[in-house]
């Protein structure tokens, strides 16, 4: 697997507070979470990205 991109992210502390609870349910870390959320919307947006070779 590649070298992961590190990003810092501004969240409305309400909006943190949910995916926690989120993740927490899930069994899951806050970054985790985030990254299957997003990947599922790229998935249902159709731009789900690319398997490397």
């Not at 992210?9 to 909006?15: E, I």
């Not at 927490?24 to 070779?53: C, I, T, W």
Request: overall charge positive; charged content about 40%.
């Amino acid at each position: 697997m590649a070298e992961r991109k590190k990003v810092l992210l501004r969240l409305d502390p309400a909006v943190y507070d949910a995916i926690a609870k989120w993740a927490a349910d899930d069994l899951r870390s806050v970054n985790a979470q985030l990254e299957f959320a997003l990947r599922r919307a790229l998935d249902e947006a159709g731009r789900r990205p690319r398997d490397p070779d």
